[in-house]
């Protein structure tokens, strides 16, 4: 499989350096080539344990740059740190079907992408005797998930900043309780916008970024999206066919478009999905878009679910190379228009028909709070607001002839504030939080400087 960017500027590239790579050198996002067909291959995947699926689907994007061999044991150890044997369980909740992404070590879905993620990373690097230095900042959950799928790995360093004091103290924790000597954990004095600049600064520093070899665990890499695919088909085929319908809708608490457009490729793969729910919260550019064609930033307000509170998705240039047909230039044209003009339209013949696979809608606070207490209250299920969300945007589109499975993207435990604001009662908690409290952390606490960062950085690599 050979990888081509979204703005048509790079010669076709291998799986191997669309990963070293992630953003395209010309600017735009690597996509495969073709989408692979596995329309036929079906009926053998249904009843796949979630590795072994797992394997069958990613090697369609890894091709012959990891050997077979390699490539299993790859995938098994990204999954064994998993808390739950199924991996990704689907519970019946009322009348829907809960997909819990929540079981990784970080209890949110970007432990999916991140773990295989770090295993391939110390795969490449070991093979081609390269280091790498990851830096990234972080407002709470990608930094987390980033650190616990690098830690403790060959040839990577990582290094992960976050605005002293301004994040919430169960994302701090998950992150600073990580003492492997590869993990290093900035806490700077200023905002989350601090953090951008300086990470910024640094990738542009040209002489610094090749000396320590830098690179970003971006959301864009296209190594996340592959492993995403997987619990798509995973929970379609067994939705399938524990109701014996033919095919599934399925609702997305979206932020950046990353999960929501793994759903989308494995739907062009053959995945048994009628169509795709996009569930936002008062941002709601993507909602907006889908029901009219429109795409225009606002100003981003926060929420209950922060891992949601964007407005520029980074993975909807993906999505959107599809819809206009693949085509480069008009891509090319309509992401200038964007970046001038802050707008950018798609012919749509009526609302609501952008796309007919998708249907969206926005889930505000009343609503998610009174979800979180409706299930409770009826089903003795804890949503957390994330999952929320989906839950609100599935309703709205229930539809008798397709079941519905909802996506939960983090477990409960890590929002529990708002949840007991939505239930009355401290009802979502878990063992691996409660512990944070009483385990050693580590921290560095720096100005919100550029160059207090990098002599860090040049001081702790030598
Ligand atoms: C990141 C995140 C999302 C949004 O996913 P995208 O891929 O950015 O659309 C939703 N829920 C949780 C808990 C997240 O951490």
Redesign the pocket.
Known sequence: MRYISTRGGIDPISFTDAVMMGLATDGGLLLPEAIPDMHDRLAGLQSLPYPRLAVEIIREFVGDDIADDDLTDLITRSYVTFDHPEVAPIVPVGNVFILEL?HGPTL???DFALQFLGNVFEYILTRQHRRLNILGVTS???GS?AIHGVRGKANINIFIIHPHQRISQVQERQMTSVLDENVFNIAIEGSFDDGQRIMKELFTDLEFKENFVLGAVN?VNWARIAA?IVYYFFAACRVCKSTGRERVQIS???????????GYMALKMGAPIARLILATNDNDILARFFRTGVYAAGNVVSTL?P??D?QV???FERYLYHLLNRNPRRLTLAMEKFAETGEFSVPSASPNDVDPIFRAGVGDTDATLSIIRRYFEGHGYVL?P??AVGAVVAEKFRDPDLPTICLA??HPA?FSESVTRATGRYVARHDSIDSLADLPTRLDVLPADRNAVRDYMMKKLG
């Open positions: 929540f949110a879905f970007k709470g959950d990608t998930a959301s995403q997305v608490p979206t932020g950046n478009f990353g999960d929501i457009f793994a679910s891992s949601m964007i998705a980074s993975n957390d994330h999952t993207t983090a890590k």
